[in-house]
């Protein structure tokens, strides 16, 4: 018999009181807030200060730290800051530290004003928020990891989502009905709303910075892997900063080039749409590469001595590949990046496509960010309870099916136009699926990692699974400039059917242990 039943309902909710828990709610809060900063909230003001859609749109690659935030990962792991550490723990000093870079990027994107050609440092600041922000997901996820038994761990993972969404909540609606309060509309726009909204926001991460300074230092005991020196961690510190440094340097040396390329690929495609995507996925391949090429020089040059990236990187692929074998890995790995393809890259647009509709930012407020909300914890639970009854495979197939079929929906939504029961209807279709499809796909992420090696694992899971939708969701803008919304509702449906056939693969070669509750 399974164990579920030997804990009462009564034992369950008192369980939802234990320090740890309540600990993880707050950090919950602190790591959402910034998550709708980077993309609604700022898309909105973009929007309001009279920024082209498809400029818009590019902005949700300030959120790409989220997708890379594996390469770091091992840094945040084991890497000490001077004094901080020392003061806090290794943990603490993490969260801390990112927690206040967190403060200082939105404080910069207050003090810019978009309308007047400001967007090269906001877009600077974006990145600065995405980076930070991912840094203090890594630290949290080895926080909740070390802090607490195993039983505790799905108590301490709903409370951090419930907070999450708490967090996503005060930066989605809370930022529109604030900036509207202030008077701010896409009819008169007031930079001094949107700035006083990001300052406020800003504020708000101190909730994050006073949990970290109130609750202890996990104590664990180390793993039996080979101790590394401080300097050879500095040397990483190094290397990571100049592989970006010369990714981001290519992006600005190839901007004349790509802009000659795109009027170039336009004459003979007779699309100018077609041809500035395909200019610029090739301009984030070649700055992939540059990054790939440094890291590469200065391994070669012995400034990361082998043994270290054995340890940090290494060691958690091979261990991966080892347990599932080769085809079943990239089975998995293929699944994993494109399960969300469908709800990411519509989500970018989707504010935008309210407002063009003619919906207020206090209606996209109530409907979208706070009904949404509660019908995404309502999806999340009820996404729960089914893997628990059904399994996990059986859930995350349904959940594909409905954040591809919800997304149809957004296509009636473009030919009514404005109409409130339809959008309520909409958003009750698609939250409630999100919930229930991220339930499942957090079950099938947590199953496929090795307790030996959870942080650097799961890092790399969660980098890939935003990591293609959010690139393709940085050309939305461009998809619909060129084929309308119906059209791109519909592609983005469509884009869901691999998903489909993954999963079906997927329970074919891999089978999960059953899930039981202790």
Same mark, same amino acid.
């Given at each position: ?13 008192? @369980? ?11 950090? !919950? ?84 004003? *978009? ?57 989605? @609606? ?24 990001? %300052? ?7 909730? =994050? ?8 230092? *996990? ?52 699309? =100018? ?125 349904? !959940? ?13 939504? @473009?030919?009514? =136009? ?53 690139? %393709? ?46």
């Amino acid at each position: 018999m399974s164990e579920i039943s030997k804990r009462t309902w009564q034992q369950t909710l008192a @369980a939802f009181a234990h320090p740890r828990v309540v600990t993880m709610l707050f950090f !919950g809060i602190s790591a959402g807030l910034p998550l709708l900063l980077i993309f609604s909230s700022l898309s909105l003001w973009l929007r309001e200060a009279g920024v082209e859609r498809a400029a818009v749109t590019y902005f949700s690659w300030a959120a790409l730290g989220y997708s890379f935030k594996f390469v770091w990962a091992p840094l945040v792991d084991t890497l000490s800051i001077p004094v901080l550490t020392k003061q806090l723990g290794r943990r603490r000093a993490w969260l801390l530290l990112s927690q206040l870079a967190i403060m200082l990027a939105i404080i910069a994107m207050a003090m810019i004003d *978009p309308s007047e050609n400001g967007l090269t440092v906001m877009a600077w600041a974006a990145v600065i928020l995405g980076f930070s922000s991912a840094t203090q997901d890594v630290a949290l996820d080895a926080y909740r990891i070390e802090s607490a038994e195993p039983d505790l761990q799905a108590l301490m993972s709903s409370s951090y989502i419930a907070g999450y969404r708490i967090g996503m909540l005060l930066a989605g @609606a809370g930022g529109l009905f604030l900036a509207s309060y202030l008077g701010s509309s896409l009819d008169q726009y007031s930079y001094t709303a949107w700035k006083y909204t990001y %300052l406020v926001m800003a504020l708000m991460m101190l909730i =994050g910075v006073m949990t970290t300074l109130i609750i202890s230092e *996990p104590i664990t005991a180390r793993d039996s892997r080979p101790a590394i020196k401080q300097k050879q961690y500095f040397g990483l510190m190094v290397l990571f900063t100049l592989s970006v440094s010369g990714f981001v340097a290519s992006f600005a040396i190839s901007s004349d080039l790509a802009q000659l390329a795109k009027q170039t690929l336009t004459l003979h495609l007779a699309n =100018g749409y077609l041809a500035g995507f395909i200019i610029d996925l090739c301009r984030l391949a070649f700055a992939l590469t540059v990054a790939f090429l440094i890291a590469k020089t200065l391994v070669q040059s012995r400034l990361i001595q082998q043994d270290m990236l054995d340890t940090t990187y290494i060691a958690p692929v091979k261990d991966y590949f080892h347990r599932y074998g080769l085809k079943l890995a990239w089975l998995l790995l293929a699944l994993i990046a494109l399960y969300r393809i469908s709800d990411i890259v519509l989500g970018v647009i989707s504010n935008v496509f309210y407002q063009d509709l003619g919906f207020s930012k206090p209606e996209i407020a109530t409907v979208v960010k706070t009904f949404g909300l509660i019908m995404t914890i309502v999806g999340g639970f009820l996404g729960g309870v089914l893997v628990l009854r059904f399994g996990v495979i059986r859930i995350l197939f349904l !959940g594909a099916i409905l954040s591809a079929a919800t997304n149809l929906l957004f296509m009636v939504l @473009a030919q009514v =136009g404005y109409d409130m029961p339809m959008l309520y209807l909409v958003i009750s279709a698609d939250n409630l699926s999100a919930g229930l499809a991220s339930a499942a796909f957090i079950a099938f992420l947590s199953s496929l990692t090795n307790i030996s090696f959870t942080a650097v694992q799961y890092a790399i899971f969660s980098s890939l699974m935003t990591l293609l939708p959010k690139v %393709l969701g940085g050309y939305s803008g461009t998809m619909v400039e060129a084929f309308g919304y119906q059209q791109f509702f519909l592609l983005t449906a469509l884009m869901g059917l691999p998903v489909l056939m993954l999963i079906y693969l997927a329970d074919k070669y891999f089978k999960l242990e059953p899930i039981t509750i202790k």
